[in-house]
């Protein structure tokens, strides 16, 4: 039985039983990596990372093939969350490759906060071996985590064959294994939360949900916000005078915020009131219906209010 499994599996590479010998893999089942919803998934990642290194002329074409050496994955790192690291660009040995991954892989997997974590699916020998279960699973962390607006494929999930090889021979059990949670479809999120703002849905998710999401928004923040040489480092904080709310909404928009209008350096309430009332009429000015935040709840670092108003930006201006 374990013979016709991997003699039909055409796009994963054959397993060396002397190599896994001891260990235990996953390995996708032939029969679903035809599933439309699968090649769908794989299409919609390959697409992402295309756009995100289109500046950088890096083109994908293969999940499985172009991700193993460590460079697409440096520069994916690179371009979404501003990580330079001290590696080769071109590591053209095996053992280059694997000690350039494991650098990557230990950064990847703290800024996804999953150091030391159960849920992680993929390690170095994985991504070397060119994997596509776990290279997959990886892929879409980093979209989860970097830019979670991106739309995957919902409820993708795939049949895999458990293999333990030991000195008896291969032993196999066939499980499923679910790639993409499933989606409310927006009919069903309307109806059954008419009244609730999407940041007040997520901020009754487990932690680290909500802090995948806020790290999102600051990496957005900050990537904007770059080129005037401003760093947000404390999110419920720093947009409480206004005054980098009102000089991002300018950068985002594309407009110049008279220094006469606002109070650059706010010392008083009055002033740090001023500056972030002026933001929120700018937003209502723009269309992003903030008339629901008070002024007053920024002012007082009320981190709904503040990330009621980051993810409206967010949305917006995200990939543009």
């Known amino acids: 039985m374990e013979t016709d499994i991997f003699a039909n599996q055409k796009e ?9 010998q001891g260990e235990k893999r996953k390995v996708i089942q032939p029969s679903s990596l035809k599933d439309p919803k699968l090649e769908k998934l794989k299409e919609v990642l390959t697409n992402w990372i295309n756009g995100i290194l289109k500046p950088e002329h890096i083109v994908v074409q293969s999940l499985q093939e172009d991700l193993y050496d460590g460079l697409v994955l440096h520069h994916l790192l690179s371009s979404l969350a501003g990580v330079h690291l001290p590696v080769e660009e071109m590591a053209l040995t095996s053992t280059a490759q694997i000690r350039k991954l494991e ?11 999953l150091e030391d974590s159960d849920q992680i699916r ?37 049949e895999v064959v458990i ?3 030991g000195r008896s021979g291969i ?29 007040e849905q997520l901020l009754k998710l487990e932690a680290h949900k909500v802090n995948t999401v806020k790290k999102a928004i600051l990496h957005f923040v900050n ?8 760093q947000v480092a404390d999110m419920d904080k720093q947009f409480s005078d206004g005054v980098i709310l009102l000089l991002l909404i300018g950068q985002l928009e ?16 009055s002033e740090m009131l001023h500056n972030v009332t002026l933001a929120l009429d700018l937003l209502n000015d723009m269309g992003l219906q903030m008339s629901s935040i008070d002024p ?14 980051l993810y409206a930006l967010f949305k917006k201006h995200k990939g543009k």
Request: proline share 5%; with cysteine; aromatic share 6%.
């Open 103 to 113: 650098v990557i892989m230990e950064e990847l997997n703290k800024r996804l906060g």
């Open 254 to 269: 594309g407009f110049f915020i008279p220094l006469c209008d606002f109070n650059l350096t706010p010392v008083s309430h």
């Open 163 to 165: 293999v333990e090889v």
């Open 223 to 230: 990537q904007n916000m770059s080129t005037m040489g401003l």
């Open 12 to 20: 994963e590479d054959a397993i060396d039983s002397q190599y896994f």
């Open 171 to 199: 032993k196999s059990d066939v499980q499923v294994e679910i790639l993409t949670q499933d989606s409310i479809t927006r009919k069903d999120s309307i109806s059954n939360t008419e009244s609730e703002d999407p940041i």
């Open 122 to 158: 993929w390690n170095v020998n994985l991504i070397h071996n060119k994997d596509l279960l776990a290279t997959i699973h990886l892929l879409v962390a980093m979209v989860r985590c970097f830019q979670p607006e991106t739309d995957l494929p919902p409820n993708v999930k795939i």
């Open 296 to 309: 007053q709840d920024i002012v007082s670092q009320d981190v709904t209010a503040t990330l009621k108003v």
